[in-house]
């Protein structure tokens, strides 16, 4: 496999700009400064993980975990380039492009959860799984009416992006399709900050491939972005159905490090008991599960750590217990970077399964960390509460905003217009739009302005409208989400 990181790093970028062309360490810089300042990065600040926090502890928003995550993949990037540039001559420009690249993609994994994360997630694929064919019946009017069914072509393909919603498709959609100020075509970010933000590969509503790569378990781009994700892969000349950007793996191994580690140090708190009783439950699942068919230096290096922390109770002082979870942290990181160095050829050919294999001391050690934070969710009432109250929550604001996809698409643009003129007309329909930011309006309208004749017309115009309310009930945070509910409600 010819490995060539030129053709890996593109200045290209979605839509034609005005000003000319920055070399490629300006351009890389320029996509990072326009994330950090986006509104849509922001946002993260008042999103929160699952994990039940300790009493004496602040609680983590998920911008915390971003930052976190492209510290780590930063410190893995920086690693693997001084190697590329001690043994394959990579430029100090080139470099810092890809570590820039990695890093930004880190920042936009999770800029499309929706409030309440998973709980948020479940309720919008149950709300259209139980609602969206009827709804789909009362606003598409066919000639053979009596055939619309559930389980009608058309209705599933309408569906099939809700059905399937999760945050990795929805971070696409909010890249690329929602603009601030006068940038209409979203952050306009380079095609190999986009790919290497891009982990699943599968468009919604198709069937997952019997593959060992795990690129096709999740969806990862809705029928909306299609196109956009044939021109990112394109640009690469990759097959968009097969084959992983290579810097993906470390964005997905970053992630999982930080993500396993924030909530380690979310739901041990101050307590010097409760830090030990965890890392002893992590140690003992560590060892029943890591087989050393294989062993790495990092996994002695990991037992180490693990059996002073959960023994001799380094754990106890808050800087001991910082200082070993940085270790453990650079301890996965060193082995990451080896990893890719070593499995080069396997990333840029998408054959890879994964940055850390599954039977790798590493990979067990964050396994064996989430089933413990797993067991904290589980068992903390407080949590599943949430979890519920989020759930439902979403749910509501649904049904309020439902009332948008049950009628007729020229009931709706007429709807649409009225809210866009500020119409004093009074109607339940143009009130409710205009509750939705114009940037999704503006989304929609593009979407449906591209839109043919075809006899299915109707129906992909009511999935650009469910999009429209997806993409703003997506776009809330759990406080602005309840806020929105309790205003519906009546106050």
């Given at each position: 496999?010819?490995?060539?990181?030129?053709?890996?790093?593109?200045?290209?970028?979605?839509?034609?700009?005005?000003?000319?062309?920055?070399?490629?360490?300006?351009?890389?810089?320029?996509?990072?400064?326009?994330?950090?300042?986006?509104?849509?990065?922001?946002?993260?600040?008042?999103?929160?993980?699952?994990?039940?926090?300790?009493?004496?502890?602040?609680?983590?928003?998920?911008?915390?975990?971003a930052?976190?995550?492209?510290?780590?993949?930063?410190?893995?990037?920086?690693?693997i380039?001084?190697?590329?540039?001690?043994?394959?001559?990579?430029?100090?420009?080139?470099?810092?492009?890809?570590?820039?690249?990695?890093?930004?993609?880190?920042?936009?994994?999770?800029?499309?959860?929706?409030?309440?994360?998973?709980?948020?997630?479940?309720?919008?694929?149950?709300?259209?799984?139980?609602?969206?064919?009827?709804?789909?019946?009362?606003?598409?009017?066919?000639?053979?009416?009596?055939?619309?069914?559930?389980?009608d072509?058309?209705?599933?393909?309408?569906?099939?992006?809700?059905?399937?919603?999760?945050?990795?498709?929805?971070?696409?959609?909010?890249?690329?399709?929602?603009?601030?100020?006068?940038?209409?075509?979203?952050?306009?970010?380079?095609?190999?900050?986009?790919?290497?933000?891009?982990?699943?590969?599968?468009?919604?509503?198709?069937?997952?491939?019997?593959?060992?790569?795990?690129?096709?378990?999740?969806?990862?781009?809705?029928?909306?972005?299609?196109?956009?994700?044939?021109?990112?892969?394109?640009?690469?000349?990759?097959?968009?159905?097969?084959?992983?950007?290579?810097?993906?793996?470390?964005?997905?191994?970053?992630?999982?490090?930080?993500?396993?580690?924030?909530?380690?140090?979310?739901?041990?708190?101050?307590?010097?008991?409760?830090?030990i009783?965890?890392?002893?439950?992590?140690?003992?699942?560590?060892?029943?599960?890591?087989i050393?068919?294989?062993?790495?230096p990092?996994?002695?290096?990991?037992?180490?750590?693990?059996?002073?922390?959960?023994?001799?109770?380094?754990a106890?002082?808050?800087?001991?217990?910082?200082?070993?979870?940085?270790?453990?942290?650079?301890?996965?990181?060193?082995?990451?970077?080896?990893?890719?160095?070593?499995?080069?050829?396997?990333?840029?050919?998408?054959?890879?399964?994964?940055?850390?294999?599954?039977?790798?001391?590493?990979?067990?050690?964050?396994?064996?960390?989430?089933?413990?934070?797993?067991?904290?969710?589980?068992?903390?009432?407080?949590?599943?509460?949430?979890?519920?109250?989020?759930?439902?929550?979403?749910?509501?604001?649904?049904?309020?905003?439902?009332?948008?996809?049950?009628?007729?698409?020229?009931?709706?643009?007429?709807a649409?217009?009225?809210?866009?003129?500020?119409?004093?007309?009074?109607?339940?329909?143009s009130?409710?739009?205009?509750?939705?930011?114009?940037?999704?309006?503006?989304?929609?309208?593009?979407?449906?302005?591209?839109?043919?004749?075809?006899?299915?017309?109707?129906f992909?115009?009511?999935?650009?409208?469910?999009?429209?309310?997806v993409?703003?009930i997506?776009?809330l945070?759990?406080?602005?989400?309840?806020?929105?509910?309790?205003?519906?409600?009546?106050?």
């Open positions: 496999m010819d490995i060539d990181y030129a053709k890996i790093l593109k200045v290209d970028r979605m839509h034609q700009q005005t000003q000319p062309v920055r070399p490629l360490l300006a351009e890389s810089e320029h996509d990072r400064r326009k994330l950090m300042f986006s509104p849509a990065l922001q946002r993260l600040a008042h999103l929160y993980p699952a994990y039940p926090p300790s009493a004496d502890r602040p609680r983590n928003s998920k911008l915390v975990l930052l976190q995550a492209a510290q780590i993949a930063r410190s893995i990037t920086t690693q380039t001084i190697h590329l540039e001690h043994n394959q001559h990579l430029s100090r420009d080139a470099s810092a492009a890809i570590i820039n690249t990695v890093e930004s993609a880190c920042l936009i994994r999770d800029i499309g959860e929706p409030p309440f994360g998973s709980g948020g997630e479940a309720a919008i694929q149950r709300w259209f799984a139980d609602h969206g064919p009827a709804s789909i019946r009362a606003a598409c009017r066919t000639n053979a009416q009596r055939e619309l069914t559930a389980s072509a058309r209705v599933v393909n309408a569906l099939a992006d809700f059905t399937e919603f999760c945050s990795h498709p929805q971070s696409l959609r909010v890249l690329t399709k929602f603009h601030w100020g006068n940038n209409r075509q979203g952050l306009n970010l380079c095609k190999s900050t986009l790919a290497a933000h891009i982990q699943y590969l599968r468009i919604a509503g198709s069937e997952a491939e019997d593959s060992d790569t795990q690129a096709h378990d999740y969806a990862g781009f809705f029928s909306t972005e299609a196109g956009m994700m044939k021109s990112i892969w394109s640009a690469f000349g990759y097959d968009p159905l097969s084959q992983r950007f290579p810097l993906n793996y470390i964005v997905e191994a970053a992630s999982a490090i930080a993500s396993a580690f924030g909530g380690i140090e979310q739901t041990s708190g101050d307590d010097p008991l409760t830090r009783h965890a890392f002893e439950t992590i140690k003992n699942t560590w060892m029943s599960s890591y050393p068919a294989d062993p790495d990092a996994d002695e290096q990991i037992m180490n750590l693990l059996s002073a922390a959960s023994s001799d109770g380094s106890q002082g808050d800087d001991s217990f910082t200082d070993l979870c940085g270790a453990l942290v650079d301890t996965i990181c060193d082995y990451a970077a080896r990893q890719f160095i070593e499995q080069q050829s396997a990333a840029f050919s998408g054959t890879l399964i994964r940055l850390l294999p599954t039977e790798s001391g590493s990979a067990t050690l964050l396994t064996a960390i989430q089933t413990y934070l797993h067991q904290e969710i589980t068992g903390n009432t407080h949590s599943r509460q949430l979890e519920l109250h989020g759930y439902a929550t979403v749910v509501r604001l649904l049904d309020h905003f439902g009332v948008l996809l049950q009628i007729p698409t020229v009931q709706f643009q007429a649409l217009e009225r809210a866009n003129n500020a119409a004093n007309h009074f109607d339940v329909e009130r409710l739009l205009t509750l939705i930011p114009a940037a999704c309006r503006s989304a929609y309208a593009q979407l449906v302005a591209q839109l043919g004749h075809g006899r299915d017309v109707e992909e115009e009511w999935n650009a409208r469910a999009h429209l309310v993409d703003h997506a776009g945070t759990d406080e602005s989400a309840l806020a929105s509910l309790y205003a519906l409600n009546g106050g």
